[in-house]
């Protein structure tokens, strides 16, 4: 089992950078998940971490644990208040039109037998915003900074394949699975903010897969 690298810490939170492909909860057919590593991530304190939000299996990067109850209920309101700033790295499959956008579309959650759950545009939906602006050129596809307000789940893999009609590449629901190595997003960048207390700041170095691609983050 490989370390998992710690981007922030102090007596209530610990960021780290989640690894693509680690699911964060253990998957019904089994295999790793990153509770495997919570034992190692107590690091010394008598509890272990418990994640605060959900990050996709395969999207790598900055994901945000609490480290005792109190401080679990404090961050999951200042997500719901939307004290929290993200910022992913995506690559998509071809070129915007334009450098930058805004694309609201509400999501909902809909299932079915042959293709199990996934996201849609809805009306009925719930509201989503996603901004997002162009950062380079590749040969395959195009890195994009997205800078989601809402947190819903699968937001930006919809939004850039639905909104942006560009799927993220290798996205296997809502793109195609063969042109990429994985679905390219990265967390790269986490704030919370605190009452009485220095805001949370961490950022993630950018992944080996997005390098071979030819993206650089600045």
């Not at 960021?15 to 991530?41: C, T």
Request: charged share 30%; net charge positive.
């Amino acid at each position: 089992m490989s370390e998992i690298s710690i981007l922030y810490e102090d007596g209530e939170a610990l960021v780290i950078d989640k690894p693509a492909g680690l699911p964060i909860e253990r998957p019904r057919k089994g295999g790793p998940a990153l509770e495997d590593h919570f034992e190692a991530l107590k690091l010394g304190f008598q509890r272990p971490p418990v994640p605060v939000h959900r990050l996709d299996t395969d999207t790598s990067g900055c994901l945000l644990l609490a480290r005792n109850p109190k401080a679990l209920k404090r961050f999951a309101r200042a997500f719901e208040e939307r004290r929290v700033g993200k910022r992913y790295l995506g690559i998509v499959a071809g070129v915007p039109d334009q450098d930058e956008g805004s694309i609201e579309l509400a999501l909902a959650k809909i299932s079915s037998a042959e293709k199990g759950w996934r996201m849609i545009p809805a009306k009925k939906g719930k509201q989503s915003v996603t901004h997002w602006r162009v950062l380079q050129k590749l040969e395959r596809g195009t890195l994009l900074e997205f800078t989601p307000e809402s947190g819903r789940t699968h937001q930006i893999r919809v939004h850039a394949a639905s909104g942006l009609g560009l799927p993220l590449l290798g996205d296997p629901v809502y793109g195609d699975a063969k042109s990429g190595p994985r679905t390219m997003l990265h967390a790269a960048n986490l704030t919370i903010e605190r009452d009485g207390k220095p805001r949370i700041e961490a950022s993630a170095p950018l992944p080996a897969d997005f390098a071979a691609l030819g993206a650089s983050d600045g």
